[in-house]
Structure formats: C-alpha cells, structure tokens
C-alpha cells in the first residue's frame, strides 16, 4: 500500500505531461502574415436564451513570429476593424426599427455606443503575452484584448490544422491555424442589451498565414 500511493502519483504525473504537448509543426521558424482569402473571424452570442446568433468580421489582420521548435517563444498580433461587421440580418431593419439613426443593423452593431461603437474606438487589438503547450498538440494563447478602450487578458485555444514548408504554389512556409475563446463582454463596458443579448461572447478564428522573412531553418 505505502509504495501504491507513490506509484499512483507518479503515473498521475507522466499522463498530464503526456497530455500537454508542442504541436508537431513543418514550416519554417520565421515571420507569417495572414493571407485574408483564407481566413474567417465569426462570433457569436445568445439571442434571448434561444439560439447563438452568429456575425463575422470581414477585415482584419494578423502576424505570427513563429518558432516551430520551442511554441513557448511565439507571438501574435492582430487587429480587426469593428466597421467590417456583418450580422446577415435578413429583415428590413427600417422598417422594424423606425427610430434607430442607422441604416442598418450592420451599421447599428458596428457604430451603437451599446455596441461596438467604432465611430470613437476604430480598432480591435490583440496581443500576445504567452504561448503554452496545451492537451493534445493544443497551444494556448494568452494575450491582451482591447475594444472600448480597456484591455483584459484573454486565452485563445489554439490548433494547428496544418502546415508546409514549402506551399505548392507560393514556395514557402504556409502555417494554418483555427482558435477560439469566450468572454463576458461586459467586462470590457458593453452593457445595455444584456436583457435580449447573452453577455458570453464566443469567438472563432480559422486562417492561413504566409512566410515573409524567407527563413529557411526551423
């Protein structure tokens, strides 16, 4: 019994090591920007406790300064154009929202002050603090958000979907990653819908990056 205890904790110890590991990656240590034909940023929130009402974001940019060998030494920046909001509102927004000042509901969401209020904060930032090793190949990607002026750390799920050093066409390193979070949006002042909206924001990047420093070692 006293040796089981040990042994117990110690096989504990080499199944969560095995569990947390650095991706197998091909491409090349070196800069990456993303291709904007190859990528996506969704988001979704809970519309009146019914069904996650789903909007996308169709500018917005991206660099990775990527070590293959050790993740931990990687970084992201990013920055979105809160202007760029599509919410593929179907209806006739005139119509069904008659004192509203805007034309649209892309418009409403992009510009409302309970929104995202781009006419007075005209970007979305992101940037990494940390990269860890995850379960199962996963990275986790920590870093400071900015939208309405304030800044709080969020931690994006990261995975690689696949990478190359030399891409078919282009002839260099091309790196694909898809990565997720979730945060209350009220913690960065977006209040007043609460009562129709979900306040749990979940976001969604899938996307290509492409070498731009010609390294040619990992």
Not at 28 to 54: C, E, F, M, Q
Not at 96 to 118: C, I, M, Q, W
């Amino acid at each position: 019994m006293r040796l089981a205890v040990p042994l117990a904790v110690l096989a504990l110890a080499f199944s969560a090591s095995a569990l947390a590991r650095n991706p197998d990656i091909k491409t090349p240590k070196g800069t990456y920007k993303l291709d904007p034909h190859h990528a996506s940023l969704t988001v979704k929130l809970l519309h009146l406790g019914l069904s996650n009402y789903t909007m996308q974001f169709l500018r917005f940019d991206a660099t990775v300064v990527l070590d293959p060998a050790k993740p931990e030494n990687s970084s992201v920046i990013a920055s979105v154009d809160p202007t760029s909001i599509e919410t593929n509102y179907a209806g006739d927004y005139k119509a069904t929202h008659k004192d509203s000042p805007y034309a649209s509901f892309d418009e409403a969401v992009s510009r409302g002050p309970k929104f995202l209020n781009s006419g007075t904060f005209s970007t979305i930032g992101f940037k990494s603090t940390s990269v860890k090793a995850g379960k199962d190949g996963h990275l986790l990607v920590t870093g400071d958000l900015t939208f309405l002026g304030q800044t709080h750390p969020v931690t994006l799920d990261t995975v690689v979907v696949g990478s190359v050093d030399k891409h078919p066409h282009l002839q260099k390193g091309v790196i694909g990653f898809s990565a997720t979070t979730r945060f209350n949006r009220s913690e960065w002042g977006m209040v007043g819908t609460q009562a129709f909206l979900g306040d749990e924001i979940s976001l969604t990047f899938e996307g290509e990056f492409q070498q731009t420093d010609g390294a040619a070692t990992k």
